[in-house]
């Protein structure tokens, strides 16, 4: 099989829809070198409670409804979007503090969950609070309004579960902070 990175096929990625929530400016933002967390540690898990706890909306294209269809039997989704406030200049960090802070380990932005990264998508799963013709009201994400919805999935154990899952130290210290 030939491996090179070279040869690329032309990609072209519409949105299919925009988010529609009550956060209206991004947590970290991606400076020339590394992330900054723009609130203090407490306020950080206060904004997780609130973001786990809010309704969103998914307001789908009206031409893509139809694509809905049987949505409504699943319990969560996985939600793709653009982080469309981030400035295109800040897409070429290598490595990052995770969420900007310096007393985590420097790590490569494929190892993070940064949103500055090559190809800025990002995915949240979430509840499916309910279903209205071409918008779906989402419980827990984090995105912030006018997001454009690259995709919509429904969620599903057996394709997206693994056992035996390992994370690294710094990531697990992360999860037991942002714990209530």
Not at 39 to 46: I, L, T
Not at 108 to 117: H, K, M, V
Not at 149 to 159: A, L
């Amino acid at each position: 099989m030939e491996n090179d990175t070279t040869k690329t096929i032309p990609m072209q990625l519409n949105p299919v829809g925009v988010v529609r929530s009550e956060i209206k400016t991004p947590m970290l933002l991606a400076g020339e070198s590394d992330l900054s967390l723009e609130m203090r540690m407490e306020k950080v898990k206060a904004h997780h409670r609130e973001v786990e706890s809010s309704i969103s909306e998914l307001v789908i294209d009206p031409d893509w409804e139809e694509l809905l269809d049987g949505i409504e039997g699943f319990s969560h989704v996985l939600v793709l979007y653009w982080p469309h406030l981030l400035d295109p200049a800040r897409r070429n960090l290598r490595k990052v503090h995770p969420m900007g802070r310096k007393d985590m380990p420097m790590q490569g932005i494929f190892a993070t969950c940064s949103p500055a990264r090559p190809n800025p998508v990002l995915v949240s799963a979430v509840s499916l609070v309910a279903r209205k013709g071409n918008i779906l009201e989402v419980k827990g994400l984090e995105a912030v309004d006018g997001s454009p919805i690259v995709d919509v999935k429904p969620y599903s154990r057996s394709y997206l579960q693994v056992d035996g899952m390992k994370m690294p130290d710094w990531m697990e210290q992360l999860h037991r902070e942002m714990e209530i």
